[in-house]
């Protein structure tokens, strides 16, 4: 019905840079929200940041001024912009929507199977 598709995690040094995407599919009508969460092995699930389709950013403490959430235009894409990579941003890093579907007419939560990251000191 909908899928959720990230890319771009990988293993970099501290301080390094990484973008992560994700693609949202299917029996989409309208996308409310698109962000990022992670999981830290032993941790719970957090929240990095997300965007919702007026622009209003919601940001971790952890990652502002590190971390950049942005979307296309076409508004079914997502990207996190990491820079200033820390050790402790490793972590599973999963795409989360909040989308009506063309069955609607009630929102919808759905997860992307996630991608890893892994910062080496």
């Known amino acids: 019905q909908v899928q959720l598709v990230e890319s771009g995690g990988g293993l970099v040094q501290a301080g390094g840079s990484l973008r992560l995407s994700c693609v949202a599919s299917?029996?989409?009508?309208?996308?409310?929200?698109m962000g990022w969460y992670r999981q830290a092995p032993g941790k719970e699930r957090e929240l990095v940041a997300t965007?919702?389709?007026?622009?209003?950013?919601n940001d971790a403490d952890s990652v502002k001024g590190r971390f950049t959430i942005s979307r296309d235009n076409a508004g079914n894409t997502v990207y996190l912009q990491m820079n200033s990579l820390k050790p402790e941003d490793t972590a599973v890093y999963y795409c989360?929507?909040?989308?009506?579907?063309?069955?609607?007419?009630?929102?919808?939560?759905?997860w992307g199977q996630g991608t890893q990251v892994t910062v080496s000191s």
């Open positions: 965007l919702t389709s007026g622009g209003s950013r």
């Open positions: 989360y929507a909040i989308i009506v579907t063309t069955r609607g007419p009630y929102e919808g939560r759905y």
């Open positions: 299917g029996s989409i009508f309208r996308i409310n929200v």
